[in-house]
């Protein structure tokens, strides 16, 4: 593996508060060297062999992008994606780490399959961080071995898609996850209000005839976490173990609210947007576009604006992508029939950089904080989501200016479900880099 | 390169969005009838003409309109009205149908609605009358056959022809001999609609429909039948709780079936119900003795309404449906006349 040289970039480092020109270097898949323009122990070296050099003048240089909400589809579902190609589209979008959830076929209930998915037989373009089932074959009935998960690398655990109704399991859950030292993700829905639903409840789902998935049963299984980590964390006397539950991809105004109401009151309760809810509202499904079909489902416009303020005052803790890539076929059928997910990797970055920097003003140290140190920071990727001397050689370089039009034709993933074909991003990535080794070169134009 | 025009879908996500839903993006196809919010009040008025003209016109000379032609009809729910007035109705104009129904044939095989469409075009049909128990499937099958597509009912979406055939025929009634409608045509005029609202295609055409002709509709029912927000889906729509003040202001009483296949577990004591929404004949007597009574079918009798009511001097349910055969006259020569066939092969 070579050694990098990014020279003359821009860095921006949110949690080493590092927003200036620097000089880095990578080497053996950490982070060796920060310095100013000029100052690297390699001088005036010219690029060789061992010595490769990226001139970054004017591009902003930044820690690898981190979403921690993917659906790589492997084991099982290799035709809508694959660990391979679900993480070539991560590098494409700027992404060095993906935390993939247990929804395959089988799920991810044991340290086997953790440790399939992060085989390097996979093929995989960045690291790969697997979320165990929280229950096995996510049924919300028996619990797994969560020491046994986590040793084999799981992050976090969770019923991704199939929430925990349970009190008494999701209790355990909790617990256990804790003792283990693990995060709880859930998906907050309660299902029992959601039955053939396809989309957000209100007049537009009247008007289009289809079942809408009322607000509350996300806001209802949300409060109703936020009770047994309050009922959890009483019973927890160390400050160092406490239950940490995430929130999925919250969709809801009162959702981001009782996130905000738990934090205040000290709990570790944190929760996550996906792009496609801070800038879509259900109006965008349109003449039945299964491209805007997910779950949770595109919200009105009062809740899409709540997304907005909760990530602008910084209730939001990070933007993730619920990448969801689902083959053509499977979304070229009737909308209600339709399964729910788009893709998101390639698209995060531009989306982010267009509307939350550009549009509403918030400072690119900000925006790429949530897509990157604060996620890291959440999950525990330890070395991950900085560029601090002895992190890994997560980057990605990007020109912040520059203008592109996302076409999923284009699409590095295997599948193009997305509504944002067609649309305007802002900040192309021209490299990507994976623990020092080059990922992704983009080109120059678009 | 900076972007010149921006995509169409792309707007400040905080402004309102590019196009609402009750302006679905009009039909790629002219001739489609996908949802009568695509129909300009123009195009309603040479539809009506259209249907007077055909009705009028020797069933021999009628004949050869569409003489040869192929019209497919691709039915996943059961019909006895709509699909049988459709395929009088092409026949009338001299055109050959073919009847493909989600028993008898390969949809039954897992066959998905686009393979079935492309088929039918592969045999010949240059239309395609769908019902469907999905709502929005036509668009699915006009986007990928590029066929014209003529609802025949989408799920709980829109019954466009329905509400065609229920306007002429409160025309026929209240502005007799009016040949072009307008903005103000039915100013002056309530139809209530009362029944399962939630699951009604024949309400939702309806509604979004008549008010643009300067109707009142007045929505009534119980809240399981009709959520509060259905009055959102459009101006001139009220909800209205009590049947007996609903009546009083009808000019039209239109009364709908409890869609008991689409309950979807929800629970409603019929007792209560008729009690409360039943149109009998001391309620008709005392709140709408002028009113005109109409019904899409199919009736239940004893239910929604009661026998007596339904065979009674008011009512127009049979009419309905002999204005039904005019109406998609009309609509079936349109699709196969107005559609520029492109994008065909």
Same mark, same amino acid.
């Given at each position: ?95 060095? /780490? ?26 995989? /373009? ?321 | ?345």
């Amino acid at each position: 593996m070579a050694t990098i040289l990014i020279r003359g970039g821009h860095l921006i480092d949110p949690a080493a508060d590092i927003d200036g020109l620097k000089d880095i270097v990578l080497n053996d898949g950490h982070v060796s060297e920060i310095t100013e323009p000029g100052l690297t122990s390699f001088g005036k070296a010219k690029p060789s062999a061992d010595l490769q050099i990226i001139e970054a003048k004017g591009l902003a240089v930044a820690p690898g992008l981190v979403d921690i909400h993917v659906h790589l589809r492997e084991p099982g579902q290799g035709h809508k994606e694959t660990i391979a190609t679900g993480t070539a589209a991560a590098a494409a979008g700027g992404f060095t /780490s993906v935390a993939c959830m247990p929804n395959t076929t089988p799920t991810n209930d044991s340290p086997e399959i953790t440790r399939w998915m992060q085989a390097p037989e996979r093929g995989a /373009s960045v690291r790969v961080f697997p979320i165990g089932a929280a229950t096995k074959s996510i049924k919300g009935e028996v619990l797994n071995d969560y020491a046994a998960l986590k040793a084999a690398g799981a992050v976090a655990v969770t019923d991704d898609g199939h929430p925990i109704l349970h009190d008494n399991i999701m209790r355990e859950v909790l617990a256990k996850a804790t003792k283990n030292g693990l995060s709880v993700i859930q998906h907050a829905e309660d299902t029992r209000m959601t039955g053939g639903c396809s989309m957000n409840a209100g007049p537009t789902a009247f008007r289009l005839g289809l079942r809408g998935m009322p607000p509350e049963a996300e806001y209802g299984l949300v409060k109703r976490d936020i009770r047994l980590v309050t009922e959890l964390a009483r019973k927890t006397k160390s400050s160092k173990n406490q239950p940490h539950l995430h929130v999925a991809h919250t969709s809801t105004a009162r959702a981001v609210a009782a996130v905000r109401e738990a934090r205040a009151n000290g709990l570790r309760v944190t929760c996550e947007v996906a792009p496609h809810h801070f800038l879509l509202t259900e109006e965008h499904i349109g003449a039945y576009d299964t491209n805007a079909k997910m779950n949770p489902p595109l919200r009105s416009a009062a809740d899409r604006d709540a997304m907005i303020q909760g990530i602008l005052d910084g209730v939001v803790d990070a933007i993730a992508t619920d990448h969801a890539p689902h083959a053509a076929h499977e979304k070229l059928v009737e909308f209600e029939r339709a399964p729910n997910g788009i893709t998101g990797l390639e698209s995060a970055l531009g989306l982010s950089l267009r509307w939350l920097h550009q549009e509403w003003k918030m400072p690119l140290s900000r925006v790429l904080s949530l897509l990157s140190a604060q996620p890291a920071s959440l999950l525990g990727f330890t070395g991950r989501g900085t560029l601090t001397v002895g992190s890994y050689a997560d980057v990605v370089i990007f020109d912040p200016k520059q203008e592109w039009v996302f076409r999923s034709a284009d699409s590095k993933s295997k599948s193009k479900n997305t509504p944002f074909d067609g649309w305007t991003m802002q900040g192309k990535v021209r490299w990507t880099i994976s623990e020092g080794r080059v990922v992704y070169t983009g080109k120059t134009d678009s | 390169m900076p972007v010149k025009t921006p995509p169409v879908r792309e707007a400040d996500p905080r402004k309102p969005a590019p196009f609402a839903a009750s302006e679905l993006p009009s039909p790629n196809l002219s001739g489609s009838l996908l949802s009568v919010t695509s129909l300009t009040l123009p195009a309603v008025s040479e539809i009506l003409a259209q249907a007077t003209e055909l009705e009028k016109e020797d069933s021999l000379k009628r004949a050869k309109r569409l003489a040869k032609r192929r019209i497919a009809l691709l039915f996943y729910e059961s019909s006895t009205r709509t699909r049988t007035s459709f395929e009088l109705a092409a026949k009338g104009l001299g055109a050959d149908t073919t009847l493909v129904s989600s028993l008898s044939s390969s949809i039954e095989k897992g066959e998905t609605l686009k393979d079935t469409g492309l088929t039918l075009r592969s045999l010949g049909a240059e239309a395609i009358i769908l019902r469907h128990p999905n709502s929005g499937a036509p668009w699915l099958l006009e986007r990928e056959t590029r066929l014209p597509v003529l609802n025949a009912g989408d799920g709980m979406h829109e019954h466009p022809s329905q509400a065609l055939l229920d306007l002429r025929t409160m025309l026929a009634h209240l502005r007799p001999g009016v040949k072009k409608v307008n903005e103000k045509t039915l100013a002056g005029v309530t139809v209530s609609i009362t029944g399962d609202i939630l699951h009604s295609r024949v309400a939702r055409s309806n509604m979004l429909l008549l008010p643009r002709l300067g109707a009142r509709v007045i929505l009534c029912g119980p809240s399981q039948l009709l959520p509060e927000i259905a009055a959102q889906t459009g101006p001139g729509i009220e909800v209205e709780r009590d049947f007996a003040k609903a009546l009083a202001q009808s000019n039209v009483v239109m009364m709908l079936r409890i869609q008991a296949e689409r309950l979807a577990g929800l629970q409603l004591d019929l007792d209560e119900y008729k009690a409360g929404y039943q149109l009998n004949e001391e309620r008709l007597a005392a709140h709408a003795p002028k009113a005109l009574v109409m019904h899409p079918g199919p009736i239940v009798r004893g239910l929604e309404l009661t026998g007596e009511v339904a065979d009674g001097p008011q009512s127009l349910i049979l009419e309905q449906v002999h204005h039904g055969v005019a109406i998609r006259m009309a609509l079936v020569l349109r699709a196969l006349t107005a559609s520029k066939k492109k994008g065909r092969g």
